[in-house]
């Protein structure tokens, strides 16, 4: 079966049709769920009409706009119940460049990788393009707080360009995913590494969106900054 690759959407008609497209084109074969979050903006039905001559798009219309976590757990739920055993998950603005996809699925199929993520931090460098310092620096420095405080040796713990295998997911109690910001991500990322799994990072080039509106809030930051300190109070078992 194909990979999939998991795109959350909300308000991104300037730039679904052009994401999937690109993803189609890939000389790697790959599915695309689209999980809507009931965009006013008709990204939902954008994507309805690519799908009438795209057999390998998929969407799940997932109700109110509930969050990025609440969005890809329903999207990873969708996978599972469909055999997929690579699932990947990236933004829907560009930021990631679906021709990484390709990277990510390679390091994904080799032996004993459970988790791949592309990462903006690898190797003490910073690949970020067309972000203003302050935002730079709120990253980088957000994944050294995690790491502080949960001991886990990612260079970019927050990031969202991640590939998952089946195994690990299914072996995950989704329903303990408490956090809906971005704070998910690193709270995935902490589950794996609390389960013994493999994550490996890559170094991937980010680049800001140029079209849509940015989602980041001041409430996800703040989820983000007290979510990481209650992580360490969790107790994280595999599903039998």
């Not at 980010?206 to 989820?223: C, H, L, N, Q, V």
Request: net charge neutral; aromatic share 10%; charged share 25%.
């Amino acid at each position: 079966m194909n990979p999939i690759v998991i795109i959350p959407t909300y308000n991104e008609k300037e730039n679904i049709l052009d994401m999937l497209d690109k993803v189609m084109s890939l000389s790697t074969v790959f599915d695309v769920l689209v999980v809507d979050d009931n965009s006013p903006d008709g990204t939902a039905q954008m994507v309805k009409e690519r799908m009438a001559n795209k057999s390998r798009i998929n969407l799940l219309e997932n109700g109110n706009k509930n969050g990025l976590g609440t969005a890809y757990i329903a999207g990873f739920k969708w996978c599972l119940e469909r055999n997929y055993e690579y699932i990947f998950e990236m933004d829907c603005d560009f930021s990631h460049n679906p021709d990484d996809l390709i990277r990510l699925h390679d390091e994904l199929q080799k032996p004993d990788n459970d988790m791949v993520v592309g990462s903006r931090y690898v190797g003490n460098v910073v690949n970020v393009v067309n972000w203003p310092m302050s935002r730079v620096l709120l990253s980088y420095f957000a994944s050294a707080y995690v790491r502080f405080f949960t001991q886990m040796k990612l260079a970019d713990a927050t990031a969202g360009f991640v590939g998952y295998t089946s195994e690990l997911l299914s072996s995950i109690d989704m329903s303990r995913i408490k956090f809906r910001g971005y704070a998910f991500q690193i709270e995935m990322k902490y589950t794996a590494h609390s389960l013994g799994k493999t994550i490996k990072e890559i170094p991937i080039i980010f680049t800001d969106r140029t079209a849509g509106e940015s989602k980041m809030t001041g409430g996800i930051i703040r989820e983000a900054l007290f979510g990481v300190i209650s992580l360490r109070f969790k107790r994280i078992s595999a599903l039998k």
